[in-house]
């Protein structure tokens, strides 16, 4: 949950970016930093804590200069300390970078600059940034090749900005995947750089957003973008109104567009601060305090929730029976209280809800209290009340979901769930140690995944053109992917007014096939994992019945090509992160059919984004 600001022009550099920091803060508040070019030299200012910190350093040392970059963080890699706070800067003194995202190839990164004599001052990602920029100035290069020959070699989604103090008129900024944006607002004669919208709105309303692996070269005057293989790029330049809303959904046309497409970033700023990538440990011992006595005592966990809730728990099952091995319950939350459940000191109660206010939800757990269980929550909304009455709560720093079909915060709360297996199978000590090492290790790559499915959404706008005059679809998974499946009808009920049924795909002959027919399109989710030949055969007998099959399918699989009309391709993902991956297309399809129907996308007619009342 990073926040980056850059500023260049006549101005002085240091409030621009402190003012932005500012309205970035929710993005990160373990550490904060800046950089400035100062007579020559790079000046960095830099302290763990809030903000507040580096504006008292920034008054007890002044710093000022027309080129600057600025940094609030969230750590990934290393504790939130001065040492690991950004900016970075490297041996010679000539190189500055921020950066927001994870290197996935960091250790394999590091290994090679250190066996050159690389000296890392920090426990961070971000500095083989520094050594890899330094690397190749170091050998004659610009700013600007050094920057594309170094962003090239990271693995995983970035936002970066760096500057030079060979080159003092000018600084780069790059987006690779989709974790982090990078915006680009241009000014009279003089540019800023920021990773959201409100850090420089109050300066420019005329902004210029990268697509991933874009760079742009920013001076005073103006910028220039290409791609990371050198190809120049014309962008254009988006004039964002002078109201809350307008500049809240920037370059998208309905907030749920946005939230879908700040998935990747948003499950990296969850993951923030929990995962150390390094040792490959889970640390969330100050969110769910429970001590290892009473985990080793826990005999069951009961997940209570409702609607998109409701499924990522089902997800949540999986991930902690497979993972902790520990037997999971789900229950819908406005049920629960009303079936009198079997409940001790021996189990621990689950809520997960968006809002942190669904009255249902909150019913459960005050239910679970007084029999006594360990209560716990995941939500969004901070300082809610399932957050305030919980013995512990995992937040899920989804940030603010104004869409009224959830989207981001199902995500998240999936890796919250994630996280808290991870965390349990460690303190039990029920994992393979090798096997949870290289389950935590996955999740490093999981932004990337989710981003490049996001990368490839040319099709959906001519899929919802064939589809979105149907009545009537069935959704089949199996597995993990079941829940998926029941996920998007959901979306594609709410927001589309379509009626949508998820089932489980061994289900289908026990009723539903009767309804499949040239009419009802059937999706599947039909990736390549231990029940792949199962949805192959349900893709069968869909078509046998004259169904229109769109198929969910790892990338390459020409069987499923074959078999069905329209596929839509997910990368090769770990089998425990997969729901992560197949749910994008899913919440792309309902979107795209929604627009097509001329739906108010973000106010489905009926639905409200807190329940609050039974």
Same mark, same amino acid.
């Given at each position: 949950m990073c926040g980056i600001v850059g500023?260049?022009? *006549?101005?002085?550099?240091? *409030?621009? /970016? &402190?003012?932005? @920091?500012?309205?970035?803060?929710?993005?990160?508040y373990d550490s904060a930093g800046l950089a400035v070019l100062q007579n020559g030299q790079i000046e960095i200012r830099r302290d763990a804590g809030k903000?507040?910190? &580096?504006?008292? @350093?920034?008054?007890? #040392?002044?710093?000022?200069?027309h080129l600057g970059i600025g940094h609030t963080r969230w750590a990934t890699h290393g504790k939130p300390d001065q040492r690991n706070a950004h900016p970075h800067i490297g041996m010679t003194g000539d190189v500055v970078v921020v950066h927001n995202g994870i290197v996935e190839n960091f250790l394999d990164l590091r290994q090679e600059l250190e066996s050159e004599c690389a000296i890392f001052k920090s426990d961070t990602d971000t500095e083989t940034i520094v050594h890899l920029l330094e690397r190749y100035i170091g050998a004659g290069m610009t700013l600007e090749s050094a920057a594309r020959q170094?962003? !090239?070699? @990271?693995?995983? !989604? +970035?936002?970066?900005?760096?500057?030079?103090?060979?080159?003092?008129? #000018?600084?780069? %900024? =790059?987006?690779?995947g989709n974790a982090g944006g990078v915006t680009v607002g241009v000014g009279d004669g003089e540019m800023y750089v920021a990773s959201d919208i409100p850090a420089i709105l109050e300066h420019t309303r005329q902004l210029v957003f990268l697509e991933s692996r874009q760079m742009a070269v920013v001076t005073a005057d103006g910028y220039t973008c290409q791609t990371l293989d050198g190809a120049p790029i014309s962008h254009s330049v988006h004039t964002i109104p002078w109201d809350p809303v307008s500049a809240a959904k920037?370059?998208?046309?309905?907030?749920?567009?946005?939230?879908?497409?700040? +998935?990747?970033?948003?499950?990296?700023?969850?993951? #923030?601060?929990? $995962?150390?990538?390094?040792? #490959?440990?889970?640390?969330?011992?100050n969110e769910i305090r429970i001590t290892p006595e009473q985990a080793h005592r826990l005999q069951k966990i009961i997940i209570v929730a409702c609607g998109t809730s409701y499924y990522s728990g089902l997800v949540g099952k999986a991930l902690i029976e497979r993972i902790a091995r520990i037997p999971v319950e789900v229950a819908i939350g406005s049920e629960f209280r009303y079936a009198d459940p079997l409940i001790d000191d021996t189990m621990a109660v689950l809520a997960i809800t968006q809002s942190g206010e669904t009255v249902d939800t909150l019913a459960a757990m005050?239910? %679970?209290?007084?029999?006594?269980? @360990?209560?716990? !929550?995941?939500?969004?909304?901070?300082?809610?009340?399932?957050?305030?009455?919980?013995?512990? =709560? /995992?937040?899920?720093? %989804?940030?603010?979901?104004?869409? $009224?079909?959830?989207?981001?915060?199902?995500?998240?709360s999936i890796v919250d769930q994630y996280l808290l297996a991870c965390y349990l199978a460690q303190l039990r000590g029920t994992a393979d140690p090798a096997v949870l090492r290289q389950q935590i290790a996955d999740l490093a790559r999981l932004p990337d995944l989710m981003g490049s499915v996001l990368d490839r959404t040319e099709q959906y706008q001519e899929l919802a053109n064939h589809l979105h005059q149907y009545n009537n679809f069935l959704y089949l998974g199996r597995g993990m992917n079941y829940p998926i499946a029941l996920e998007g009808a959901l979306k594609l009920k709410e927001i589309s007014y379509i009626h949508a049924e998820g089932y489980p795909a061994g289900e289908m002959k026990h009723g539903p096939i009767a309804l499949i027919d040239e009419n009802m399109p059937v999706l599947t989710v039909a990736i390549q994992d231990h029940v792949y030949d199962k949805m192959i055969s349900q893709i069968e007998q869909a078509k046998a019945r004259n169904g229109v099959v769109i198929a969910v399918a790892t990338e390459g699989d020409a069987l499923v090509a074959a078999k069905a009309d329209y596929v839509l391709y997910v990368p090769q993902t770990p089998e425990l992160l997969s729901p992560l991956v197949t749910v994008l297309p899913l919440q792309l399809l309902a979107y795209t059919i929604a627009v097509w129907r001329g739906a108010d996308v973000d106010q489905p007619r009926n639905l409200a984004k807190s329940v609050t009342v039974e």
């Amino acid at each position: 949950m990073c926040g980056i600001v850059g500023y260049i022009g *006549p101005g002085d550099a240091t *409030p621009v /970016i &402190l003012n932005g @920091l500012k309205r970035l803060e929710y993005r990160g508040y373990d550490s904060a930093g800046l950089a400035v070019l100062q007579n020559g030299q790079i000046e960095i200012r830099r302290d763990a804590g809030k903000l507040s910190v &580096l504006e008292d @350093l920034v008054r007890t #040392r002044p710093v000022s200069g027309h080129l600057g970059i600025g940094h609030t963080r969230w750590a990934t890699h290393g504790k939130p300390d001065q040492r690991n706070a950004h900016p970075h800067i490297g041996m010679t003194g000539d190189v500055v970078v921020v950066h927001n995202g994870i290197v996935e190839n960091f250790l394999d990164l590091r290994q090679e600059l250190e066996s050159e004599c690389a000296i890392f001052k920090s426990d961070t990602d971000t500095e083989t940034i520094v050594h890899l920029l330094e690397r190749y100035i170091g050998a004659g290069m610009t700013l600007e090749s050094a920057a594309r020959q170094a962003f !090239s070699q @990271l693995r995983g !989604s +970035q936002a970066i900005v760096a500057f030079s103090v060979r080159e003092p008129d #000018r600084l780069v %900024a =790059c987006r690779i995947g989709n974790a982090g944006g990078v915006t680009v607002g241009v000014g009279d004669g003089e540019m800023y750089v920021a990773s959201d919208i409100p850090a420089i709105l109050e300066h420019t309303r005329q902004l210029v957003f990268l697509e991933s692996r874009q760079m742009a070269v920013v001076t005073a005057d103006g910028y220039t973008c290409q791609t990371l293989d050198g190809a120049p790029i014309s962008h254009s330049v988006h004039t964002i109104p002078w109201d809350p809303v307008s500049a809240a959904k920037g370059e998208y046309k309905h907030f749920m567009q946005k939230e879908i497409y700040e +998935q990747p970033r948003a499950v990296t700023d969850t993951l #923030r601060g929990r $995962v150390d990538f390094g040792a #490959r440990v889970v640390d969330i011992e100050n969110e769910i305090r429970i001590t290892p006595e009473q985990a080793h005592r826990l005999q069951k966990i009961i997940i209570v929730a409702c609607g998109t809730s409701y499924y990522s728990g089902l997800v949540g099952k999986a991930l902690i029976e497979r993972i902790a091995r520990i037997p999971v319950e789900v229950a819908i939350g406005s049920e629960f209280r009303y079936a009198d459940p079997l409940i001790d000191d021996t189990m621990a109660v689950l809520a997960i809800t968006q809002s942190g206010e669904t009255v249902d939800t909150l019913a459960a757990m005050e239910e %679970a209290r007084e029999k006594g269980a @360990l209560v716990w !929550s995941i939500v969004n909304a901070i300082g809610s009340q399932a957050m305030r009455v919980a013995d512990g =709560c /995992i937040p899920m720093h %989804a940030g603010p979901e104004v869409g $009224v079909a959830s989207t981001k915060a199902f995500t998240t709360s999936i890796v919250d769930q994630y996280l808290l297996a991870c965390y349990l199978a460690q303190l039990r000590g029920t994992a393979d140690p090798a096997v949870l090492r290289q389950q935590i290790a996955d999740l490093a790559r999981l932004p990337d995944l989710m981003g490049s499915v996001l990368d490839r959404t040319e099709q959906y706008q001519e899929l919802a053109n064939h589809l979105h005059q149907y009545n009537n679809f069935l959704y089949l998974g199996r597995g993990m992917n079941y829940p998926i499946a029941l996920e998007g009808a959901l979306k594609l009920k709410e927001i589309s007014y379509i009626h949508a049924e998820g089932y489980p795909a061994g289900e289908m002959k026990h009723g539903p096939i009767a309804l499949i027919d040239e009419n009802m399109p059937v999706l599947t989710v039909a990736i390549q994992d231990h029940v792949y030949d199962k949805m192959i055969s349900q893709i069968e007998q869909a078509k046998a019945r004259n169904g229109v099959v769109i198929a969910v399918a790892t990338e390459g699989d020409a069987l499923v090509a074959a078999k069905a009309d329209y596929v839509l391709y997910v990368p090769q993902t770990p089998e425990l992160l997969s729901p992560l991956v197949t749910v994008l297309p899913l919440q792309l399809l309902a979107y795209t059919i929604a627009v097509w129907r001329g739906a108010d996308v973000d106010q489905p007619r009926n639905l409200a984004k807190s329940v609050t009342v039974e």
